[in-house]
Every structure is written in structure tokens, then in C-alpha cells.
């Protein structure tokens, strides 16, 4: 059964990027553009991780993980925060909400991600 992973940026070629890349390692990939649609879709679809961007709006990827986190159905997600900013405060404030990692969009590999990904999901079922 495939993995489901939940990728959510307002960057579509970005998102588009971060889909072909996990489509093609085997995953079921679901997009949302914001903040609002991805916690719409969360309540009909399950999810295994959530690949989240922090600069969005109408609601930033904090105040996304604050929801998701504070949902019962949810808040067993893995989420990692992306961002182009790597201040500590934000890397702080994820990490304090539950969030599985903080990364900077321009420091990050795929293949570490993926692998991490691949052993919290085997490590949960």
C-alpha cells in the first residue's frame, strides 16, 4: 500500500517539484496550495506525513500546525515545516508545537528527507 503524503506550499513549481519527486519514490502525493484547503482536505483524507511551508497565507505554517496538532484525528501526523527562513525562533516554535523537523528549503536534500520519512512511517505502522 502506498505511502500518503500531504505536501503543502503556495510555491506551485515548487509543489510541483516536491510531487514528481515523491510520486516517483512511491508515494500517493496530495497537493494543497494554503493552509485552509490542506486542513479541508485532512478531514476526508488520511495522511501518513505532511510536508508543510511556513510563508503562506492566509494562515502560516505555524498556525497550521497548531491546528492540525490540536485535532485529535490528526495530531499523530508527522509534519515537516519547510521554509526559505532559518531563524531559530520559528525552528523553535515548530519544534515546541510537534513538529518533526524544521528545514530550510535551501539547505535540504530529498534523499535524506525521504529516507527520514520512510523510517518515521515503518516506525509507526
Known amino acids: ?61 505555524i498556525e497550521v500546525l497548531e491546528k492540525i496538532k490540536g485535532n485529535t484525528s490528526t495530531k499523530h501526523i508527522p509534519v515537516f515545516l519547510l521554509s526559505q527562513l532559518g531563524e531559530g525562533e520559528h525552528i523553535a516554535k515548530a519544534r515546541e508545537l510537534g513538529a518533526e523537523d524544521y528545514l530550510v528549503k535551501s539547505n535540504f536534500n530529498l534523499e535524506s528527507l525521504t529516507a527520514r520519512i520512510n523510517a518515521i512511517i515503518e516506525n509507526k505502522s
Open 1 to 61: 500500500m502506498a505511502k500518503k503524503i500531504l505536501l503543502v506550499d503556495d510555491d506551485t513549481t515548487f509543489l510541483a517539484v516536491l510531487g514528481d519527486w515523491f510520486t516517483g519514490k512511491g508515494f500517493e502525493v496530495h497537493k494543497e496550495q494554503n493552509g485552509p484547503s490542506a486542513l479541508e482536505y485532512l478531514k476526508k483524507g488520511k495522511i501518513d506525513v505532511i510536508i508543510l511551508d511556513f510563508v503562506m497565507q492566509p494562515m502560516n505554517g
